[in-house]
């Protein structure tokens, strides 16, 4: 049973008139009583009593009508609701972030898409670092605001938006608190905390196996949020390097943040699944980088 076939019963079924029905349809008379016999014959009775002067729906016919017209109305209803999210018309579009000074700068991007994208709502939803990607991967969210590559052949990435050279958060009683810049070969001269969850190569952009120098750079404890990761690092229990922002953003007595002189710079981009794309993601990511242009690095404005 073809979709079309459906659809002229349907309508021949409400209009009781092949000509009307004909003419809703944009087909002709000839292809109504075709479709209808079609039906008929896989039914094995007739649908419709036909005269000359009047058609009705027999007694069968008019079951198979109270049947399929609602879950037909469903699937018309479905369609039209794809079709609208497909099309970024209007539904919801789900962004995640990591951290303060981010949550700003995908707020401002947000406000504006929905100035040209108003019946879309963009719902923001706070990631951990021991998320990574998880919250792609369960569809908690629709694309992912991160600093580094996604490394899945599943996910989808824009240019990179900006990027912000790194500094060492280090206690208030370390050391290094009173140096004016450090480098990897320091890493080796202390704990550095690890990220829980975090794919090895995304770790390893930022703390690598070894110095350049050929150290071992061993890890400390581990950690799931950014404020569990301040505040070992304020309680001394080791260092980790974090984003220049959070200087600004992050500020606290027990933490100083010295400059990383020869790390690699965090370059933010934003990341989805391939087998999710929407034009609002693609919209959205159009967003951010006009934004981005416009304004320059967000998380480093004044």
């Known amino acids: 049973m073809e979709r079309r076939d459906i659809e002229i019963f349907l309508t021949l079924a409400e209009e009781l008139h092949f000509g009307r029905s004909a003419e809703r349809l944009h087909v002709s008379v000839a292809m109504v009583s075709k479709a209808v016999k079609k039906l008929e014959r896989a ?10 002067r009047r058609v009705t729906l027999t007694p069968i016919g008019q079951r198979l009508d109270d049947d399929i017209r609602p879950a037909h109305q469903q699937i018309l209803e479905g369609f039209a609701r794809a079709v609208a999210a497909g099309s970024g018309l209007d539904g919801e579009l789900r962004v995640g972030f990591l951290g303060t000074a981010v949550a700003q700068f995908v707020l401002q991007v947000a406000e504006a898409f929905q100035a040209t994208h108003p019946a879309c709502r963009v719902e923001l939803i706070e990631s951990r670092y021991a998320d990574g990607t998880a919250l792609l991967h369960g569809d908690t969210v ?7 590559p996604g490394f899945d052949p599943d996910l989808v990435e824009s240019p990179v938006l900006f990027r912000e050279p790194p500094v060492l958060a280090v206690s208030a009683r370390h050391p290094f608190a009173r140096r004016a810049s450090v480098c990897l070969e320091d890493l080796a001269r202390d704990k550095v905390l690890r990220p829980r969850g975090i794919p090895a190569e995304i770790d390893a952009l930022s703390v690598p196996s070894h110095t350049p120098a050929g150290r071992p750079i061993e890890r400390g404890t581990d950690f799931a949020t950014v404020q569990e990761m301040f505040a070992l690092v304020g309680a001394g229990r080791g260092i980790f390097p974090v984003p220049t922002h959070a200087a600004r953003y992050d500020a606290r007595p027990d933490v100083v943040y010295v400059p990383l002189s020869d790390g690699l710079p965090y370059a933010w981009r934003l990341i989805w699944r391939a087998a999710a794309e929407t034009s609002r993601t693609r919209a959205f990511c159009l967003a951010a980088r006009v934004f981005v242009e416009a304004h320059g690095n967000p998380l480093l404005a004044a």
């Open 43 to 52: 039914v094995g009775a007739p649908l419709f009593d036909r005269t000359s």
């Open 142 to 148: 629709d694309v992912l605001l991160i600093a580094a």
